[in-house]
């Protein structure tokens, strides 16, 4: 234990008595126990599974592995270390809570309709065109993307990637099959988005699911992709990453900024969500505001077609 530096000749340079109230250490705050508890955890989780999560966002960390912990029946979260080093099957299942699995098609309808309305057009010209959907989940935005791209007559000339690091999550995506109670709140956003067409059109059913139709899942190429570690990914047009950078702290949220930067060509296009956006970035001075309330940016420099 470390104790605060005195004057020289004080008498805190004395040696305080065997069994003296000097050497009883005070009680630690279950929230500092708590918070050395899940740095372990997450450094367990980085050398154990090789995922790093030490720059995401504290708080929302904190009630995630909460989450997990309560669900698993532990009493703290040493046993959830415990049970991360230890038991294989279990960090699938620890993993589900750690991922940003929040979504829905057309999702801010607002933003959808300023894509439709502003940025698609400029694709015309485009002989080919390469969309990221960065942390992709659970795959219901990428289809909302290739819905709206249909409509406007570019889905034929587009390959869509989407990628996120939680496999099961892709594996939802690639499947495209969903809960059909869902779709009627789809169905609206949709319509509120500038759709052109019954939303149904787009997905057939099963008993209790839909699956998305195969020419929208055919121009979509799912793979795996970690944000905090992997790095470029292809010279894009247009990367969309709504809704992911505000569960990262600042560190992180430069680092991957900088990743779609450099996976951007010139004079492409990035979409953020609504909470997000270039402000006090280091890389604002790289992109001018297409629509800023929509928080779509345009990279500085020439078009690049194809």
């Known amino acids: 234990m470390t104790l605060a530096a005195a004057p020289f000749g004080s008498p805190a340079d004395a040696a305080p008595e065997p069994g003296s109230a000097a050497n009883a250490s005070a009680p630690v705050p279950r929230e500092d126990i708590e918070s050395i508890e899940i740095s372990l955890l997450l450094e367990a989780i980085r050398r154990r599974w090789s995922y790093d999560f030490t720059h995401y966002s504290h708080a929302s960390l ?14 703290n979260f040493s046993e959830l270390l415990a049970r991360v080093l230890h038991d294989d099957g279990f960090f699938d299942r620890l993993l589900r809570y750690m991922s940003v699995t929040v979504t829905e098609m057309f999702r801010d309808p607002p ?6 309305e502003r940025l698609i057009p400029v694709f015309k010209t485009f002989p080919f065109i390469k969309i990221w959907c960065a942390g992709c989940a659970t795959g219901e935005e990428v289809y909302s993307l290739a819905i709206l791209l249909h409509e406007e007559g570019y889905l034929e000339r587009t390959r869509l990637y989407a990628t996120d690091f939680n496999k099961n999550s892709l594996d939802i995506a690639e499947k495209g099959i969903y809960p059909e109670r869902v779709m009627a709140g789809y169905a609206a956003n949709y319509q509120q988005s500038g759709g052109r067409a019954d939303f149904s059109d787009y997905y057939s059913s099963s008993y209790d699911f839909v699956r998305m139709k195969g020419f929208l899942r055919d121009r979509i190429t799912f793979s795996y992709h970690n944000l905090v570690t992997d790095g470029i990914f292809g010279e ?58 929509q928080k779509i940016y345009k990279k500085r420099g020439l078009v690049t077609h194809g």
């Open 236 to 293: 894009m047009n247009l990367i969309t990453c709504r809704n992911v950078l505000i569960y990262f702290d600042k560190t992180l949220q430069e680092q991957v900024l900088r990743l779609f930067t450099e996976s951007l060509r010139h004079g492409a296009y990035l979409c953020l969500g609504s909470k997000e956006s270039l402000n006090f970035s280091e890389v604002k001075p790289l992109y001018e505001a297409l629509d800023g309330r």
């Open 111 to 116: 933003c959808y309709r300023a894509m439709r």
């Open 62 to 75: 904190r009630r995630r592995l909460d989450q997990a912990r309560r669900s698993a029946g532990l009493a």
